[in-house]
């Protein structure tokens, strides 16, 4: 129902291997979501991309200007 739904959107949650994070709002959820991400993409070595990060990666493969 809406009213149920509606208590489900008020107390977001992201659950990330085997843990569950809770956040107050959907905004604080999206600022911290933003900021791991960007972590995870630019910052955070990856063991399968040759212990590279994202971004280095996407940068290398694009065609020179």
Do not use: C
């Not at 709002?25 to 910052?43: G, H, P, V």
Request: charged share 15%.
């Amino acid at each position: 129902s809406p009213r149920s739904l509606r208590g489900i959107l008020s107390k977001p949650l992201v659950h990330f291997s085997g843990s569950t994070i809770h956040y107050q709002s959907l905004r604080e959820a999206q600022a911290e979501l933003s900021i791991y991400f960007r972590f995870y993409n630019t910052d955070r070595p990856h063991q399968s991309l040759n212990n590279r990060t994202p971004e280095q990666v996407y940068h290398h493969a694009q065609p020179s200007q």
